[in-house]
């Protein structure tokens, strides 16, 4: 028989391509490359379908990326009981240290198969950090090697059912504005985050598609509300990565410092951006640093030397940049230790799937999300396979049917007036300003949500999805419907916890040590949920 990369090429030609595999991987991150190895280390025949190209896009290939990884023990118990204390109470430690055990192991595995991790000072690797092009470069490799076939520029539109059951997904492929089709025994979405339409490092495609498509299948999501991470960047720049920030002083226009000591800084730069511009030095870093920062991050330096600024010696403005769920928290629930979703045969991972129990109500960046990528890969990629060899004889035959409804298939007529572009505006407007996310409030979230909400049914009554402009058209719908359960959830938490700051609502409030669960679409419904295995502070 043929292999899956074989049959691609034959059919290069064809209308449409038309493939069948025991799983399909949706995503080109590290979550996805994860699976799809598992996938195929358990025996099954893969396709990987990125909307960019796998190596290069999603958000770790642009940056420099911390693990979380922690030998098992007490290192590691002393690890858990430390963010125990910040996570709000919401993570649940034996997934915690579940994804630890993972990521452990696996990144052992990746030193094992020869990517090269720097070594530290005592002269052994160093797995506590992955170069994020390096990284991603080396696991395109590895994918390759495995036999997968990955379909680069092929973004996924909808999922394919039958009788209920997750039969593959269907797209575009962008370059040859041809629509292809993969049936498959079992799905893993790994799609990433939902950045809301920012602009920022390695984001243009992380829309929220994997939510939309979960959810149309009858999904759920957690963690919703925690999506207002944001992140110091030179303003003017898409450059987003806030590690250079932690030896910054910030100013206001007239000079005054601000005094972020002992405190979030990004709570005492946000405050102060709404009030006026705000500056920054990294002033703060002995010289040595310089050059360890250069050599280490060297894409941070770009904006600052193609305007002939020193960051180090002189001061220049900066802006918050919203990567919502990126390095927040929220994603598809997921019903079991395999990352299954309650829905047969798809499961979620990495960014795509909600990190509630792991990070609780704060950021997963820094460690967190990297090691659940790869842990949440694994775990997925493993259960698929196993999914669909039950599945194998009948894939074939299989009578499936798209469920993508908006920003694909209008309810009513298409008005060719409708832009997916405008709607990217509206988006924009409700979920990247300070005072409307970062900082919320009852009264604007309420309004917020009622402007979405009429975006909602003009894009799914009118919205026409077709050929390429498809892709721009589902991305409209994801966004939209995305910002929707992120702001019905922040309404449900009538507090403040971890990244949702309530301005009306600014205590912790005991009650709510809790999950919220977010489903629907023309409704959307927010249930309130315990966390089994949650430690309260
Ligand atoms: C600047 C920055 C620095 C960070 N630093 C750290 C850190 O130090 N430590 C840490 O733990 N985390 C960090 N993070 C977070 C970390 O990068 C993410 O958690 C991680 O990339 C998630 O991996 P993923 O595979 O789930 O998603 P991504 O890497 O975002 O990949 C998502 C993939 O899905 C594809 N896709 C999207 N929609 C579709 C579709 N419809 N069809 C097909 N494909 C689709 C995209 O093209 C992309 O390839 C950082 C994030 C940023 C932005």
Same mark, same amino acid.
């Given at each position: 028989?043929p292999t899956l990369r074989q049959q691609v090429h034959r059919l290069r030609g064809a209308e449409v391509l038309d493939l069948v595999a025991d799983v399909l991987v949706i995503g080109g991150g590290p979550a996805a490359s994860w699976a799809a190895l598992t996938a195929t280390e358990a025996g099954a025949r893969v396709v990987v379908v990125d909307k960019g190209y796998l190596g290069t896009s999603g958000a770790t290939a642009p940056s420099n990326t911390g ?79 495995? =036999? ?18 997750? &039969?593959? *997904? ?39 598609? =994997? ?19 944001? *992140? ?22 007239? =000079? ?33 640093? +310089?050059?360890? #920062? ?20 002189? +001061? ?72 669909? &060899? ?16 908006? =920003?694909?298939?209008?309810? #009513? ?22 005072? +409307? ?43 939209? *419907?995305?910002?929707?359960? *992120? ?51």
């Amino acid at each position: 028989m043929p292999t899956l990369r074989q049959q691609v090429h034959r059919l290069r030609g064809a209308e449409v391509l038309d493939l069948v595999a025991d799983v399909l991987v949706i995503g080109g991150g590290p979550a996805a490359s994860w699976a799809a190895l598992t996938a195929t280390e358990a025996g099954a025949r893969v396709v990987v379908v990125d909307k960019g190209y796998l190596g290069t896009s999603g958000a770790t290939a642009p940056s420099n990326t911390g693990t979380w990884f922690v030998p098992p023990g007490a290192e590691r118990e002393a690890a858990i009981a430390r963010r125990q204390l910040l996570n709000g109470g919401l993570a649940v430690p034996r997934w915690i240290d579940r994804t630890l055990d993972m990521a452990w192991q696996r990144l052992h595995t990746l030193a094992d198969w020869g990517y090269k991790f720097p070594n530290d000072d005592s002269g052994k690797p160093y797995l506590n950090n992955l170069r994020g092009p390096d990284y991603m470069a080396f696991m395109r490799r590895r994918v390759l090697r495995a =036999g997968v076939a990955i379909l680069d520029h092929h973004p996924a539109l909808e999922l394919l059912t039958d009788s209920g059951v997750i &039969a593959g *997904a269907a797209g575009i492929d962008r370059q040859r504005n041809r629509p292809w089709r993969v049936r498959a025994g079992a799905v893993v979405l790994a799609t990433g985050g939902c950045a809301f339409g920012e602009r920022m490092l390695g984001a243009t495609g992380l829309t929220g598609d =994997g939510y939309l498509m979960a959810v149309e299948a009858g999904a759920t999501l957690s963690g919703m509300e925690f999506s207002a991470q944001y *992140a110091c960047a030179p303003r003017q720049s898409s450059l987003n990565k806030g590690m250079p920030f932690s030896w910054a002083s910030f100013f206001r226009e007239d =000079g005054t410092r601000l005094d972020t000591a002992n405190k979030d800084r990004h709570v005492v730069v946000a405050r102060a951006l709404l009030e006026g511009p705000v500056w920054a030095q990294y002033d703060k870093g002995i010289p040595e640093l +310089r050059l360890w #920062l250069r050599q280490g991050q060297p894409n941070c330096f770009l904006p600052y030397d193609r305007t002939g600024v020193d960051p180090f010696t002189q +001061r220049f403005p900066v802006t918050l940049r919203c990567e919502g769920t990126v390095r927040g928290v929220g994603g598809i629930k997921l019903t079991g230790d395999d990352c299954s979703t309650g829905i047969p045969a798809l499961y979620a991972a990495g960014d795509a799937a909600s990190r509630e129990r792991m990070t609780g109500a704060i950021t997963g960046g820094g460690g967190p999300n990297s090691s659940w990528a790869i842990a949440s890969g694994v775990w997925a990629g493993r259960a698929a396979a196993k999914f669909a &060899a039950r599945e194998a004889r009948r894939i074939r035959d299989r009578r499936v049917t798209g469920i993508g409804r908006a =920003g694909l298939r209008p309810a #009513l007529s298409a008005r060719p007036d409708a832009s997916a572009g405008d709607i990217l505006e509206t988006v924009r407007e409700e979920f990247l300003p300070l005072g +409307r996310n970062f900082f919320r409030g009852g009264a604007t979230l309420r309004q917020s949500l009622d402007r979405l909400d009429r975006t909602w049914a003009e894009l799914r009554d009118h919205l026409p999805g077709e050929g390429l402009a498809a892709v721009k058209s589902r991305e409209a719908a994801a966004l939209t *419907a995305t910002s929707r359960w *992120a702001y019905a959830s922040a309404l449900a938490r009538a507090e403040s916890r971890g990244m949702q700051r309530r301005l009306d609502l600014p205590a912790t409030d005991p009650e709510f040590v809790c999950s919220f669960e977010v489903s629907g679409l023309d409704r959307i419904d927010v249930t309130r949920s315990e966390i089994p295995g949650a430690v309260a502070q």
